[in-house]
């Protein structure tokens, strides 16, 4: 990792960019493959699984067999594991439903909100490396507790045609029945268009590599949602003297081994927090089986020493982390200073994996800045809001004139007269 000493804060936008992509054919690739699944469908979906990911798809869908194969296959330490995080993340979730609430403006004049759930939603499942089973529970708790009609899982399958049985069995625990063997930017289009096997959604969510970012945003273009903007994981941690170094160590690679793209940053007030930081990384690099990985993605990676608490929480809300760690003394008051983050996490022993799996907040956060704008995924992200007013005979009279007011300013004549047939009608 570069150390970087007392920036100066006209050198920080330069100091905090993360890790660049030659992007300038990848739109253009991955357009090209939206366009033929859109046209050729199912079709189109088999000879791209056969050039990317070598394996030959004739039935896409998971039988029923093989989530009850799966669940038999893992260890029973394991699925207690996924049991625990499930009921911390529904606990977490379900208490963010609201209740209709209506407020009268004036009287006679009332106006509420309800939130509807999002009919088809699709989620897309990495299953390379890292099988993310934990995102199921991320994205499928939330989308059922939504009551979302229809949910879609698309998941790539290995080359014989099988997916990992965890991905299987989180998602039958969540009552996803739905789940396609199909990965990469074909099964974004898939989703997005679909085919004879894979029903159409209209909200499609998940992390994934670069092409399949940039097809969930590419089909955005084209009128499906998705859930934010993504790109590779990363980790700030904000730490003092009063931090445990090895913990640190251990945030820093937690993220570090997600992706060589990846990007881990340090920022400190003490030299020693960066020198023994500097030590734990080494001794747990070489322990590492992603040592590769997390390689790479340090090398994109900075420790910042700065004057003061001041100096470091403003270069952190500037930089608009994924994961924030505060490994500091008064952490609880230094979190209320933090206004750009996807998620936070508290003191030397909450660690961001905590996060990732089973704590019970949402895994599924903006990267790349974009936290200085989006929120991560909740259950408000498998909802829509729609707003609902009704307005007595005494209502309209009530608000009548002001209506008519501001229509006429602004030169809308039949506007005005909506509300002016009505109230002449109350005369008659």
């Given at each position: ?203 499609i969510f998940g992390p994934g590599n670069q092409y399949v970012t940039c097809a969930k945003q590419l089909v955005n273009k084209s009128g499906v949602a998705i859930d934010m903007p993504a790109g590779p994981s990363e980790v700030a941690v904000l730490a003092d003297d009063s931090c445990v170094p090895d913990f640190v160590a251990a945030d820093l690679l937690s993220q570090a081994e997600h992706g060589p793209d990846s990007q881990v940053v340090l920022v400190t007030t003490s030299e020693k927090v960066i020198s023994d ?152």
């Amino acid at each position: 990792m570069q150390i970087i000493k007392y920036p100066a804060i006209n050198t920080w936008n330069t100091l905090l960019q993360r890790p660049a992509m030659d992007t300038s054919t990848l739109e253009q690739k991955v357009g090209a493959i939206l366009q033929d699944v859109r046209i050729n469908g199912d079709e189109a979906v088999r000879r791209y699984a056969a050039e990317f990911d070598k394996v030959t798809l004739t039935d896409f869908t998971v039988p029923a067999s093989a989530f009850a194969k799966a669940e038999d296959s893992l260890e029973p330490a394991l699925k207690a594991a996924i049991q625990q995080a499930a009921k911390n993340i529904e606990t977490f979730h379900r208490a963010q439903q609201e209740v209709p609430r209506i407020v009268e403006t004036m009287p006679g004049v009332q106006c509420w909100r309800k939130s509807v759930a999002i009919e088809r939603v699709g989620l897309y499942i990495p299953g390379g490396s890292a099988p993310l089973f934990s995102t199921i529970l991320m994205l499928g708790i939330p989308a059922m507790i939504a009551g979302c009609k229809e949910i879609v899982l698309c998941t790539p399958s290995n080359a014989q045609g099988e997916v990992h049985p965890a991905i299987l069995y989180t998602a039958a625990l969540v009552g996803i029945s739905k789940v396609f063997t199909i990965g990469g930017v074909q099964a974004i289009g898939a989703m997005a268009f679909g085919t004879t096997s894979v029903p159409q959604v209209y909200k499609i969510f998940g992390p994934g590599n670069q092409y399949v970012t940039c097809a969930k945003q590419l089909v955005n273009k084209s009128g499906v949602a998705i859930d934010m903007p993504a790109g590779p994981s990363e980790v700030a941690v904000l730490a003092d003297d009063s931090c445990v170094p090895d913990f640190v160590a251990a945030d820093l690679l937690s993220q570090a081994e997600h992706g060589p793209d990846s990007q881990v940053v340090l920022v400190t007030t003490s030299e020693k927090v960066i020198s023994d930081v500097e030590k734990a990384l080494q001794t747990q690099l070489d322990q590492l089986p992603r040592k590769n990985i997390a390689t790479g993605a340090l090398a994109n990676s900075r420790m910042i020493l700065v004057e003061d608490m001041k100096t470091a929480v403003d270069l952190l809300n500037a930089y608009a982390p994924e994961h924030l760690i505060l490994a500091c003394k008064d952490e609880l008051n230094i979190a209320d200073n933090i206004t750009n983050a996807g998620s936070v996490f508290l003191g030397n022993y909450t660690p961001e994996s905590a996060g990732d799996y089973a704590s019970g907040t949402n895994h599924t956060l903006p990267t790349n800045g974009y936290a200085r704008a989006y929120s991560g995924v909740s259950l408000d992200s498998f909802v829509k809001k729609i707003t609902f007013q009704q307005i007595s005979r005494e209502g309209l009279q009530q608000i009548g004139a002001t209506i008519e007011a501001m229509a006429a300013a602004e030169g809308l004549d039949a506007h005005k007269n909506a509300v002016t047939v009505r109230l002449r009608n109350f005369r008659m």
